[in-house]
């Protein structure tokens, strides 16, 4: 390949990064290994006889699609062995654009790679059930099929009633607040009563191995955190959106960061999800 046509190639890839990041994001739930598999689809880019190519946008998205699909396989047998609650790597302050939050994420933990893909490609990204068919190499019928199933799976991931993001971000700041100076009173005033906890320290940091689940329980937990946090201190980074939810950063007292994103309904925290594993954080530093 001539100099000329290695620039004139990658100046067709370097606009769709972005967004093929994070389709792959969103497939696998890591950031690194999004990054790797759009990495390797610029490899494969740079490789193809291009001039057969006629929507290169359309041609890279199957190839992430395609290597998502097979590190799936993988990646799900890592996880059924993981310590611990697992967690997506977190996106901070990411562009609300095409977002999708962290409990729908978790939902599609739920679905077959197929199902996955069908869904996101068409109900996150818009993608039309004919191109869908290509890249999965199902047929249009089938691929309606696989995304019908995946919706009615994640319908009840989506939250009742949608906050505003200024209003999020007001109440991630007291929960800090009241969780680190021990005022259990208005911490307890903040949380639903099903509201559940959970922790991914990936078997590396000090983390529940269960979610914790109900009110009494979730209100021990913090309990018992109020008195670490005042003997060793628990700085606020900054509060943001994590993965689609309102949250705040932390660095802890071992110097490591941290992360908290609350599901809210209708006013009340219904879920916390604290991503302590250092491997999952490292893109934030």
Same mark, same amino acid.
């Given at each position: 390949?001539?100099?000329?046509?290695?620039?004139?190639?990658?100046?067709?890839?370097?606009?769709?990064?972005? +967004?093929?990041?994070?389709?792959?994001?969103?497939?696998?739930?890591?950031?690194?290994?999004?990054?790797?598999?759009?990495?390797?689809?610029?490899?494969?880019?740079?490789?193809?006889?291009?001039?057969? /190519?006629?929507?290169?946008?359309?041609?890279? +998205?199957?190839?992430?699609?395609?290597?998502?699909?097979?590190?799936?396989?993988?990646?799900?047998?890592?996880?059924?062995?993981?310590?611990?609650?697992?967690?997506?790597?977190?996106?901070?302050?990411?562009?609300?654009?095409?977002?999708?939050?962290?409990?729908?994420?978790?939902?599609?933990?739920?679905?077959?790679?197929?199902?996955?893909?069908?869904?996101?490609?068409?109900?996150?990204?818009?993608?039309?059930?004919?191109?869908?068919?290509?890249?999965?190499?199902?047929?249009?019928?089938?691929?309606?099929?696989?995304?019908?199933?995946?919706?009615?799976? /994640?319908?009840?991931?989506?939250?009742?009633?949608?906050?505003?993001?200024?209003?999020?971000?007001?109440?991630?700041?007291?929960?800090?607040?009241?969780?680190?100076?021990?005022?259990?009173?208005?911490?307890?005033?903040?949380?639903?009563?099903?509201?559940?906890?959970?922790?991914?320290?990936?078997?590396?940091?000090?983390?529940?191995?269960?979610?914790?689940?109900?009110?009494?329980?979730?209100?021990?937990?913090?309990?018992?955190?109020?008195?670490?946090?005042?003997?060793?201190?628990?700085?606020?980074?900054?509060?943001?959106?994590?993965?689609?939810?309102?949250?705040?950063?932390?660095?802890?007292?071992?110097?490591?960061?941290?992360?908290?994103?609350?599901?809210?309904?209708?006013?009340?925290?219904?879920?916390?999800?604290?991503?302590?594993?250092?491997?999952?954080?490292?893109?934030?530093?």
């Amino acid at each position: 390949m001539s100099e000329a046509d290695h620039r004139d190639a990658a100046a067709i890839f370097e606009p769709l990064r972005r +967004r093929l990041t994070r389709v792959a994001y969103r497939m696998l739930g890591s950031v690194a290994d999004a990054e790797d598999v759009v990495q390797e689809a610029f490899i494969r880019w740079m490789g193809a006889n291009r001039s057969e /190519v006629r929507e290169p946008e359309a041609f890279l +998205r199957r190839t992430v699609t395609r290597l998502c699909l097979d590190q799936l396989k993988s990646a799900r047998h890592r996880r059924e062995t993981y310590i611990g609650p697992w967690l997506p790597e977190p996106i901070v302050e990411e562009d609300e654009e095409e977002d999708i939050a962290l409990p729908l994420m978790l939902a599609l933990e739920r679905l077959s790679p197929l199902e996955r893909a069908a869904f996101l490609l068409h109900d996150v990204f818009g993608i039309d059930f004919e191109e869908i068919a290509v890249t999965i190499q199902r047929s249009p019928a089938a691929c309606r099929q696989l995304a019908g199933r995946a919706r009615a799976h /994640v319908r009840e991931a989506r939250p009742r009633f949608q906050v505003e993001k200024e209003r999020g971000l007001e109440i991630a700041n007291a929960f800090f607040a009241a969780s680190r100076n021990g005022d259990m009173a208005k911490l307890g005033a903040m949380l639903a009563a099903d509201v559940s906890m959970h922790a991914d320290g990936g078997g590396k940091r000090t983390a529940s191995p269960l979610p914790v689940l109900g009110y009494d329980h979730v209100m021990e937990v913090h309990e018992a955190l109020a008195v670490l946090f005042r003997q060793h201190g628990s700085n606020l980074v900054r509060t943001a959106l994590i993965n689609g939810l309102p949250g705040f950063v932390t660095r802890e007292a071992d110097g490591e960061l941290q992360t908290t994103a609350l599901e809210i309904d209708d006013g009340k925290i219904t879920a916390i999800y604290v991503m302590r594993n250092p491997d999952k954080l490292r893109h934030l530093h």
